[in-house]
């Protein structure tokens, strides 16, 4: 298993080989485009940059440990199977030489009739030996095909590692086509979406005023048109109110 150093993450230089400096060097391809491209401003650029620092160190170190880990497991994995696969041997070996042996008292059996009964408890004692190394066999099988269980829990386990880091990556490109271009951006259609409210919510209220206003010197001339109208109410205010209304409209 390789040991984790620095040298793995970054050589401290601009274009070196660590992860860390390869994600950045990507990485200050894409910015340098988009701020050529003036879709990060001057006043944007070290907040970007900065983030995708922050983003790139934190991605190589996890990736560096995941790797860690799945190498570090499949050696384990490794020996363990190797170690099976002894104990397997071995008891093989046992097995037969067990078999030897029982072939053996039959045939002490067959020709010494005296020692029947002693060779026949020998015999039952071999062939319960024979039955634990059978358990024993079994055990190892089924241990063997946990392992491979194990094994492909981990082959999954690092397919969900890449597919979060290129989740995290599209995150990060999602986020910099946010902040990317603040007048073409989504932020920018909001920001003209809020404006456009602002205006109508202004045009409401002078259509509303004028309105009143109108509605107010309607009323009063169909009651009484000798009547003088309040000084907010001349016909001149009346008709600045319907005037901007319209300009505004």
Same mark, same amino acid.
């Given at each position: 298993?390789? +040991?984790? #150093?620095?040298a793995?993450?970054?050589?401290?230089i601009?274009?070196?080989?660590?992860v860390?400096?390869?994600?950045m060097?990507a990485?200050?391809?894409?910015i340098?485009?988009?701020?050529?491209s003036?879709?990060? #401003?001057?006043?944007?650029?070290?907040t970007?940059y900065?983030?995708?620092?922050?983003?790139?160190?934190?991605?190589?170190?996890?990736?560096v440990l995941?790797?860690?880990?799945?190498?570090a497991?499949?050696?384990?994995l490794?020996?363990?199977?190797?170690?099976?696969? +002894?104990?397997?041997i071995?008891?093989?070996?046992?097995?037969?030489?067990?078999?030897?042996?029982?072939?053996?008292?039959?045939?002490?059996?067959?020709?010494?009739?005296?020692?029947?009964?002693?060779l026949?408890?020998?015999?039952?004692?071999?062939?319960?030996?024979?039955?634990v190394?059978n358990?024993?066999d079994?055990?190892?099988?089924?241990?063997?095909?946990?392992?491979?269980?194990?094994?492909?829990?981990? +082959?999954?386990?690092?397919?969900?590692?890449q597919?979060?880091i290129?989740?995290l990556?599209?995150k990060?490109?999602?986020?910099?086509?946010?902040?990317?271009?603040?007048?073409?951006?989504?932020i920018?259609?909001?920001?003209?979406?809020?404006?456009?409210q602002?205006d109508?919510? +202004?045009?409401?209220?002078?259509?509303?005023?004028?309105?009143?206003?109108?509605?107010?010197?309607?009323?009063?001339?169909?009651?009484d048109?000798?009547?003088?109208?309040?000084?907010g109410?001349?016909?001149?205010?009346?008709t600045?109110?319907?005037d901007?209304?319209?300009?505004?409209a």
């Open positions: 298993m390789t +040991d984790i #150093t620095v793995t993450i970054t050589d401290g601009i274009g070196g080989s660590g860390f400096d390869k994600l060097e990485t200050n391809s894409h340098l485009r988009e701020f050529e003036n879709r990060i #401003t001057a006043t944007d650029y070290a970007v900065l983030g995708a620092i922050q983003s790139a160190l934190s991605t190589s170190l996890q990736f995941q790797e860690q880990q799945s190498e497991q499949a050696d384990l490794k020996q363990q199977k190797l170690n099976l696969i +002894d104990d397997l071995t008891n093989e070996k046992q097995r037969d030489n067990i078999v030897a042996k029982t072939n053996i008292s039959d045939a002490e059996l067959l020709n010494v009739p005296k020692q029947g009964a002693i026949t408890s020998q015999n039952n004692n071999l062939i319960a030996e024979r039955n190394i358990v024993q079994d055990k190892i099988l089924a241990e063997i095909a946990t392992m491979f269980k194990q094994r492909t829990l981990l +082959d999954k386990n690092i397919l969900k590692a597919s979060e290129d989740l990556n599209k990060i490109s999602t986020e910099n086509g946010q902040t990317a271009d603040i007048n073409g951006g989504v920018g259609a909001q920001i003209a979406l809020y404006k456009k602002k109508g919510f +202004d045009r409401d209220s002078e259509q509303k005023a004028a309105k009143i206003m109108a509605d107010i010197y309607s009323v009063q001339r169909s009651t048109e000798a009547a003088a109208l309040p000084l109410l001349t016909g001149a205010k009346i600045t109110a319907v901007k209304m319209n300009a505004n």
